[in-house]
């Protein structure tokens, strides 16, 4: 059964940090694209970043980030702990939300052109059960 499991969340205080990691489970994340997308109540969910796939060649991946996240988030990926963690950094209130990790794929041959997309939601196949971010003084 494949399944992601995202864990890190928690009550940080703006200008703090978390680290959110996306395990996954009964498949290698390294043959798919996987987002991070966040949904704040009452408010539609929204890509913030994603890592491309890497392939059987295990090589390289790519990434996107949403203007909003632009200098304060990164994304990587453990290939050894099948994990992708989104590090999140000087955090503001407005990046309140519940995160979900989600897979697009697989893709298993990949270029150094291959990339990830954060804008088509609904092309992400597998998804978590999402880690609640609060940011408040």
């Known amino acids: 059964q494949l399944q992601l499991v995202e864990s890190g969340g928690g009550l940080v205080q703006p200008g703090g940090s978390l680290n959110l990691s996306c395990a996954g489970s009964g498949f290698t994340l390294n043959y798919y694209a996987i987002g991070w997308f966040r949904q704040a109540p009452g408010k539609e969910r929204e890509g913030v970043s994603c890592?491309?796939?890497?392939?059987?060649?295990?090589?390289?991946?790519?990434?996107i980030y949403a203007d909003s996240v632009k200098g304060r988030f990164t994304i990587s990926r453990d290939s050894v702990k099948n994990t992708v963690y989104l590090q999140m950094n000087n955090l503001k209130p407005e990046d309140t939300a519940v995160y979900y990790c989600?897979?697009?794929?697989?893709?298993?041959?990949?270029?150094?052109?291959?990339?990830?997309?954060?804008?088509?939601?609904?092309?992400?196949?597998?998804w978590g059960q999402g880690t609640q971010v609060t940011v408040s003084s």
């Open positions: 989600a897979a697009d794929g697989p893709t298993f041959i990949t270029t150094p052109q291959t990339m990830c997309h954060i804008m088509k939601i609904y092309e992400y196949d597998y």
């Open positions: 890592i491309s796939a890497s392939g059987i060649s295990g090589g390289s991946s790519n990434t």
